[in-house]
């Protein structure tokens, strides 16, 4: 059984530094092709992806927040932490983290999905 | 382009059927998968490659891709498939890309 859960402060000052841990269960980082993602959704508003670690430590990072964004992880403690630089007050969301698998078809067209879903962890940033 | 586009909001009746599109370069040559998402709740996997269907997932709920289109469809549309769609693909480089997201009404 696949389980994951964020955790972090609820409330962070703007301009610090915000650190957000997923940990999880019921699959290992270290198997090929296994992934773990961040998601966010601010209220009202859309569904954005974050960031994606990779079983072999491969990193991505949303275009538009690459530069304020770190994702690690700790496969001896079935973990994987994201770290947002210099917060603001939009940065308030629910923050997801999620269970990436792949469907591969000929060549290289493995596209991503993600399975399974924590519950969430909601992050207001205000000072 | 790096981007997916969809619908904001579309409505069906109770029972009828209603089809989410999401449209991107990418589609012609990435897989699409799709998620539900309540208020509330994480989002929900509900299709994956195009056209799977995880287990769980009511049969009412196809998938279907076309050139820059994918498509979901929801066949006999349930009070509880009132929600927020989106889909989900990568791009060249293998980064994922979300959707902009369809707002589901049931009448």
């Known amino acids: 059984q696949v389980t994951l859960k964020e955790s972090g402060p609820t409330l962070v000052k703007p301009t610090q530094t915000l650190t957000l841990t997923c940990t999880f269960s019921g699959f290992s980082l270290s198997v090929s092709a296994v992934g773990v993602s961040w998601f966010r959704q601010p209220p009202g508003k859309a569904l954005e992806w974050l960031a994606l670690?990779?079983?072999?430590?491969?990193?991505r990072y949303s275009p538009s927040l690459k530069t304020r964004l770190t994702i690690t992880k700790d496969t001896s403690k079935n973990q994987v932490v994201l770290t947002m630089t210099n917060v603001d007050p939009a940065d308030t969301a629910t923050y997801y983290c999620a269970h990436r698998s792949g469907y591969c078809g000929r060549g290289d067209t493995c596209s991503s999905y993600f399975d399974f879903w924590g519950q969430g962890t909601l992050v207001t940033v205000s000072s | 382009s790096s981007e997916l586009t969809q619908d904001p909001a579309v409505s069906v009746a109770l029972g009828q059927t209603v089809r989410i599109t999401c449209q991107g370069d990418s589609l012609r040559d990435y897989y699409a998968s799709w998620y539900q998402k309540k208020p509330g709740q994480a989002p929900l996997l509900v299709i994956y490659g195009n056209d799977n269907r995880p287990s769980g997932i009511p049969d009412r709920f196809s998938g279907s891709s076309s050139g820059t289109t994918a498509s979901l469809t929801i066949t006999g549309a349930q009070a509880e498939d009132e929600a927020d769609y989106y889909c989900n693909s990568r791009d060249s480089s293998a980064d994922p890309l979300l959707g902009t997201g369809t707002t589901v009404t049931v009448l």
């Open positions: 670690i990779y079983w072999d430590d491969d990193k």
